[in-house]
């Protein structure tokens, strides 16, 4: 299923992750019902770990991106592999702080941070803030001069190299929320202007090309191009970059159109960046810098599965056929919003051969709320376990209450026993912060 063993079929003819069975799972816990495998997390936080360690002599770090997905435990988890986290918001920081995580291995992202999320950062000594904007860069300095501290920060620098999954294009675009663009020069004038910040300590650059990204070509290229900028920073300005943040985006399996890469093969992507950034300090004849990246889906994306059971089956005969389970886009978004693509597999007769295409429905009112299209899969029937694959990134982090349907709980397997991360939410849960005004009482 994938090159981990995380998954497998067992002899009674059922999924099994982690080393559980899928229908045991569903016994105990019901559906629709998030399974994360732990060894999958720790095994790829630790090939990155190891081969910064192993290639770059441990000048780096491995950040989890936690937007993938953020609960109290992938904190802890994140913790004991020795690797730090970003975090994109007041929530995910509060979060990382709440599970312990500690704070000088948090960086903090953001186009639009919240003046009372950088105080709340600054408050907590969270190690760097990656400033996307100027006034975001006033705001740091002032909160810094009125509290008597400094604050090290990174600047997100576009480069003009946009990746998608298997090719990137270089473009002069400077039309992205997200970075202080090279193309126009306000990369080289925010630069100047952090070194007029008394209480910011610039430390480098970051940037982050794109995500579910497969071509290594687009992450050599990002490392040119900002080698390329931090040399001319430092000709024209006198600033010497200590640090290079070079984001995300390391592709996964979704489907048989991606590739199914191994521990070893991430090990190789990341050894072919490091290689050229050392080429490229090597050419400029500058100290290699200080590396950061920031994985999410690749850590947990195959980690994790989504169980349903099936219900309504609808066949329009010679259009389609619709399997409707018992999630939808309130647990995963992604075809709703990106026509995402996922395999799907019967749990509970996961040797049977697939015979048909269909589409798997979920329970929303709305026609889009597909959780993946044209499937395939033997024959559902009702009441049949339904998983979907690789559905650990981006998921449960990007769900939501529509319809107000519940948000599925998550449970955590590890040598065979599971333990619920996020536990089942209830009706009560939704109405907690309703608030009736006294006139319609
Ligand atoms: N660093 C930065 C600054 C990012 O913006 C991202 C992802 C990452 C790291 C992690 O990238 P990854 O390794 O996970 O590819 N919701 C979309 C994905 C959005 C990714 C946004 N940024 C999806 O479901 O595909």
Redesign the pocket.
Known sequence: MNTRETLKVNAQGHLEIGGIDTVTLVEKFGTPLYVLDEKYIRDMCAVYRDTIEREYDGNGIVLY?S??LSCLAIYKIAKSEKIGV?VVSGGELYTALKAGFPAEKIYF?GNNKLASEIEYAIDNKIGTIVVDARAEMDLIDKFCAEKGVMQSILLRINPGVEAHTHHYIQTAKTDSKFGFSVADGTAKSIVEYALTKKNIVLKGFHC?IG??IFEKQSFKLAVDKMMAFAVEVRDQLGFEATVLNL????GIWYTDEDAKLTCSDYAIYLKTIIDELKRKANEYKIPNPYLVI?????IVGEAGITLYTVGTIKDIPGIKKYVAVDGGMFDNP?YAL?QAKYTAVLANRALEAPTETVSVAGKCCESGDIVCADVALPAAKTGDILAVLSTG??NYS?ASNYNRNLIPPMVLVKDGQANYIVKPQTFEDLVRNDVIPDYLK
């Open positions: 991106a937007k993938a970003d992202h982050h995500s579910q984001g995300g985006g390391y920031e994985p999410g889906r690749s992604r990106y990134a981006y990007m």
